[in-house]
């Protein structure tokens, strides 16, 4: 049996362990060839392959990025689209995909399921919302650099007295301020599922400096204030409609400055999030949903995403990875709150 192997989406640390477990178990215990797909759905689209045997994903595991190459190329946005990847793919002798990404391309590759197409999906995003997964690999490592980050931004605002806002990644979904912010000791952490009130956020700054601490506000790209509290810019969108954010953290600086006196500065961590090597928890977690894609394709249960629940992996259908999104619980967030201020 031939696989193909893509991976669609922004990158995360962890997708090429996964590559390397879906090739490692498929060609010891099943015999499979693997062929890699380039640049997420551009690499069915367009027939661009590259080999994928066992030489090709040695000394990968702890590599950051994919070797595959990511894009988000919408395949359901193409005239044709879907039959030129069947063509493709009948045309390289491949019976079976294995579909590595986020909502977008897992949302792709619900359709392709229901138009006849044997796929594989296997859930990935540093921001942790995917439905039906407990955890997605990349968030861990997300979680850590923020975290460190925070640490050492700690030290660098008390001794100059000012509000430094860290903003971090997570469109629709506040899972890496959440935790990254609970494991700094940030004074406020805001996130998409709550939209805040810029007085709150005020008085826990002007809090926190009445004690001769220093705050560090955490806030997810994707957070906005009540309506009508502040102006935010909005930006261009990708092929899947996602507005391209980043700004909220520097709003928030201009804000807090000029409402508190004090002098606040914002951190945008952007990509570093995403970039590197992946923590030890992401590495066993991508190693494990590698091993169960490609027991799922041996067992033949295509449409299905293999997912994290408790600590099991188990098969879910692909439509219920991407039917809702995993957002914040309220009750969550108020764990947190406890410390703000
Ligand atoms: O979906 C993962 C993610 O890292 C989001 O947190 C972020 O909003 C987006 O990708 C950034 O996308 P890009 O790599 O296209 O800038």
Not at 192 to 221: C, G, L, W
Not at 286 to 315: C, S
């Amino acid at each position: 049996m031939r696989v193909g192997v893509l991976t669609g989406g922004g990158d995360c640390p962890g997708l090429n362990a996964v590559i390397r477990a879906v090739v490692r178990k498929g060609n010891k215990d099943y015999g499979y060839e693997f062929v890699g797909f380039r640049d997420g759905w551009r690499g069915p689209l367009e027939g661009d392959t590259m080999p994928l045997d066992r030489a090709a994903v040695s000394g990968i595991l702890p590599r950051g990025g994919t070797i595959l190459g990511s894009s988000r190329t919408n395949l359901m946005k193409i005239d044709g689209g879907v039959e030129r990847v069947k063509d493709n793919m009948a045309g390289l002798g491949i019976d079976a995909l294995v579909a590595i990404g986020g909502e977008d391309t897992l949302g792709v590759a619900t359709q392709l399921t229901e138009r006849g197409v044997n796929v594989i999906g296997v859930p990935k995003t540093i921001d942790n919302d995917l439905n039906a997964t407990d955890y997605t690999f990349g968030f861990d490592t997300a979680v850590n650099i923020a975290t460190e980050a925070i640490d050492r931004l700690h030290t660098t605002a008390e001794s100059h007295h000012r509000a430094l806002i860290v903003e971090v990644m997570g469109r629709h979904a506040g899972w890496i301020a959440l935790h990254a912010g609970m494991a700094g000791g940030a004074n406020v952490i805001l996130i998409p599922e709550r939209p805040f009130d810029i007085h709150q956020v005020v008085a826990h700054v002007e809090s926190r400096f009445k004690t001769n601490y220093a705050p560090i506000i955490v806030v997810a790209e994707g957070a906005h204030p009540q309506e009508g509290q502040m102006e935010l810019a909005t930006g261009e969108t990708d092929s899947f409609g996602h507005v391209r954010l980043g700004g909220i953290g520097q709003r928030l600086a201009e804000e807090i400055e000029s409402r508190t006196g004090k002098e606040a500065r914002s951190v945008v961590l952007g990509h570093v999030q995403r970039g590197g090597t992946p923590s030890a928890f992401d590495r066993v977690l991508a190693t494990r949903l590698g091993v169960n894609a490609a027991e799922a394709v041996h067992a033949g249960d295509f449409g299905k995403m293999v997912a994290l629940q408790g600590t099991n992996i188990v098969r879910v259908p692909l439509a219920a990875a991407t039917e809702k999104l995993k957002t914040v619980p309220v009750e969550r967030y108020e764990e947190a709150e406890v410390f703000f201020g």
